[in-house]
């Protein structure tokens, strides 16, 4: 199996060979599959709570909850973005900045395995949203 010290030190021509692409299939669909086992877990913490009568501690179950399903929330946001992530892989089009057709890169596709932009991409559309927010 492919690490990811192997990954990073391979030469740029190797880049997205089926090597690599079967790599980040099995990230990603190892982060689909924890996403939603937390889900299954968290929904199950929600209606297994007991009923506290004391205000404090209602207080904080409800605090606890909310940053719970904020959670739950981000979570499954990003599940769409893993299942266009593993078409791209099936497509050969992953790895690939979907602006400019530059590669990504593999250190990136590490931290971010959904990235759809190169960094450069990426900075360039954040500079003008800046620019709209002023």
Request: aromatic letters at 6%; a negative charge.
């Amino acid at each position: 199996m492919l690490t990811e010290k192997k990954l990073l030190s391979m030469p740029k021509k190797s880049y997205m060979n089926e090597e690599q692409l079967d790599f980040f299939r099995v990230k990603l669909n190892e982060m689909r599959e924890d996403i939603m086992a937390h889900t299954t877990a968290i929904m199950s913490e929600l209606s297994d709570q007991e009923h506290e009568f004391d205000e404090l501690d209602i207080a904080t179950h409800q605090e606890e909850n909310r940053m719970r399903l904020r959670l739950l929330d981000r979570e499954r946001k990003l599940l769409p973005k893993i299942k266009k992530a593993l078409d791209m892989i099936d497509d050969k089009t992953y790895g690939y900045c979907v602006e400019t057709g530059e590669p990504i890169g593999i250190a990136r596709l590490l931290i971010r395995p959904t990235a759809t932009l190169c960094a450069e991409e990426k900075n360039r559309q954040e500079h003008i949203e800046k620019g709209y927010r002023k």
